[in-house]
Nanobody
Framework: QVQLVESGGGLVQPGGSLRLSCAASGRIFSTTTMGWYRQAPGKQRALVAAITSGGSTNYQASVKGRFAISRDNAKNTVYLQMNNLKPEDTAVYYC????????????WGQGTQVTVSS
């Protein structure tokens, strides 16, 4: 079973930056397309950034130009650099494969809370 551990969240003012990390284990990470998802209160979990095994990236329109996803296959880690953060970016951020094994909680990490507020 895949294990995912997200970190790097916190409280930041609008316009600020954060860098999230996700350490993955239990599957062939280097050949897996990975993504960062987020879930705001009262909303469904949604994909915001994706990166293929070869390093190609794609972003949700609302974060394009502000967020950058990257990966280090040697460390089985995927990152999300978030710049120019806005209050609407407030959410719990998760990483997982694309598509994820399932949407059950057991197949996800604990997530990391990002709060953008003045």
């Amino acid at each position: 079973q895949v294990q995912l551990v997200e970190s790097g969240g916190g409280l930041v003012q609008p316009g600020g930056s954060l860098r999230l990390s996700c350490a993955a284990s239990g599957r062939i990470f280097s050949t897996t397309t990975m993504g960062w998802y987020r879930q705001a209160p009262g909303k469904q979990r949604a994909l915001v950034a994706a990166i293929t095994s070869g390093g190609s990236t794609n972003y949700q329109a609302s974060v394009k130009g502000r967020f950058a996803i990257s990966r280090d296959n040697a460390k089985n880690t995927v990152y999300l650099q978030m710049n120019n953060l806005k209050p609407e970016d407030t959410a719990v951020y998760y990483c997982n494969a694309i598509p994820p094994t399932s949407w059950a909680n057991d197949d996800w990490g604990q997530g990391t809370q990002v709060t953008v507020s003045s």
